[in-house]
């Protein structure tokens, strides 16, 4: 399907709310660098979530549990991740926080339509 330029579209990349309670998340691992192409189902990130993820303290496997789960975009096009957002640092960010964005293969200058991202995630944690 080919899109007039007119419609073309940003989709922001944040961390998203992945429960009611959830706040924070650290990133653990990008899945893809920057500037690759992605398709939709395709993973993309690995987040290590704060212990209100699960928002009964009963159902967490320790009072201070940090879920890990596993991102899919559910869009199509080139990432490109900001590169004040690191992966390394260990620093916990907010929910809602924009850490990236998806853009057109070809797309040259920013496009003024944006929107949020969809996603779908996945714990991620070894079985025990």
């Known amino acids: 399907m080919i899109r007039p330029s007119t419609l073309l579209l940003r989709k922001l990349i944040t961390l998203p709310p992945l429960s009611p309670t959830h706040t924070s998340s650290r990133i653990l691992r990008r899945l893809v660098p920057t500037s690759s192409h992605v398709i939709e189902y395709q993973p993309i990130l690995i987040l290590q979530c704060s212990p209100d993820l699960i928002a009964d303290p009963a159902m967490r496997k320790s009072d201070g549990h940090e879920p890990r789960m596993l991102l899919e975009s559910l869009e199509e ?7 004040d957002v690191g992966v390394d640092d260990g620093q916990w960010y907010d929910v809602g926080m924009v850490i990236g964005e998806i853009v057109e293969d070809d797309e040259e200058e920013e496009s003024e ?3 949020e991202w969809t996603w779908q995630a996945y714990l991620d944690e070894p079985d025990e």
């Open 77 to 83: 096009g080139k990432v490109v991740w900001r590169e």
């Open 113 to 115: 339509d944006v929107e």
